[in-house]
């Protein structure tokens, strides 16, 4: 391995800030770091809804195929978009402190702050099957746009009002590390629309035994939000749900403390049907809740819900 570190990332601004972010703290630890941005089929085909795209991985694959060839050390991904079963040789090298991995809704009218908030009839824009599922359970009425693109040309969309566009989905996360929080009308309650497995969650992907790399990035771990993302990405994987299915999940607070209770949703994609349950985390055991709390949703019709 050459002695700089070489970060594979996307080179859209949200993974660029990502990546310039690992790449500060290494820098800071005295690790040399050289970027490398890989395009994902995700970036290349942005016409049509990720759903409608065959196959999963849309923004991780080729990232993954070039560390298993060696071109770079680590991937940087924004972990909401990794699968939850990587590839043989690789593993997760560290979960970086999490930002609100709650969703944000964008919009153009003034005064408005929630998704019942908006006009009858409005244009709400997201090609998240999560997300719209979720909007169609609380607002049948709301005209769902699919709307991608990076996080600026997406918040741009809502602002000029393109395609009648009145509000949008995002994640918080995204609109913060951008400064773009300026543009949020507001945090939205994650118990009422719950956001994706791992949202605003960093995950570093090295070889599985690359000790040098794994070395490096140790220090950038953070355990709170390594344990919320195993606990959400176990109850992703127990469903068999791939990172576009309308499954939602949530680390919140109990009177126990924060961070201490998963909850885990599925909507139906016509939103007539919306289920949720909940279980304590166990700090030494995390993925057990994700099992846990995938068996009562099963139990009230999920697998019906996500078509199996």
């Known amino acids: 391995m050459s002695a700089v570190l070489r970060l594979g990332t996307r080179g859209s601004q949200l993974?660029?800030?990502?990546?310039e972010w690992v790449q500060a703290e290494l820098a800071r630890r005295g690790v040399a770091v050289e970027l490398v941005i890989v395009k994902t089929r995700g970036d290349a085909d942005v016409d049509r809804p990720l759903h409608e795209l065959e196959g999963k991985g849309f923004f991780t694959k080729e990232i993954e195929d070039a560390l298993l060839a060696g071109r770079i050390d680590v991937?940087?991904?924004?972990?909401k978009d990794l699968p939850t079963r990587l590839p043989d040789g690789l593993a997760l090298g560290a979960v970086p402190p999490r930002a609100d991995p709650a969703e944000a809704l964008v919009t153009r009218a003034v005064g408005v702050t929630t998704i019942p908030g908006l006009a009858p009839g409005a244009r709400i824009g997201t090609s998240s099957l999560r997300r719209a599922a979720q909007i169609r359970y609380l607002r049948p009425d709301l005209d769902i746009v699919p709307l991608r693109g990076n996080v600026p040309t997406r918040v741009h969309k809502v602002k000029e009002g393109r395609d009648g566009l009145d509000a949008a989905l995002l994640a918080r996360a995204g609109l913060e590390r951008l400064a773009l929080e300026g543009e949020v009308a507001a945090r939205l309650d994650p118990l009422e629309v719950m956001p994706a497995p791992g949202q605003g969650a960093l995950g570093l992907?090295?070889?599985s035994g690359d000790a040098r790399?794994?070395?490096a990035l140790a220090p950038l771990e953070h355990p709170e939000s390594g344990r919320q993302v195993a606990a959400e990405r176990s109850l992703l994987a127990?469903?068999?749900?791939?990172?576009?299915a309308p499954?939602?999940?949530?680390?919140?607070?109990?009177?126990q403390g924060a961070g201490s209770r998963l909850f885990g949703r599925v909507t139906a994609q016509d939103g007539t049907v919306q289920i949720t349950a909940s279980a304590e985390i166990d700090e030494g055991d995390p993925a057990a809740a994700g099992a846990a709390v995938a068996g009562l949703l099963r139990a009230q019709g999920a697998s019906r819900l996500l078509g199996r």
């Open 15 to 19: 993974a660029l800030w990502q990546a």
């Open 205 to 207: 992907e090295v070889r």
């Open 75 to 79: 991937a940087v991904h924004s972990l």
């Open 247 to 255: 499954v939602a999940a949530y680390c919140g607070s109990t009177e």
């Open 213 to 215: 790399a794994r070395a």
């Open 238 to 244: 127990a469903l068999e749900g791939g990172c576009q």
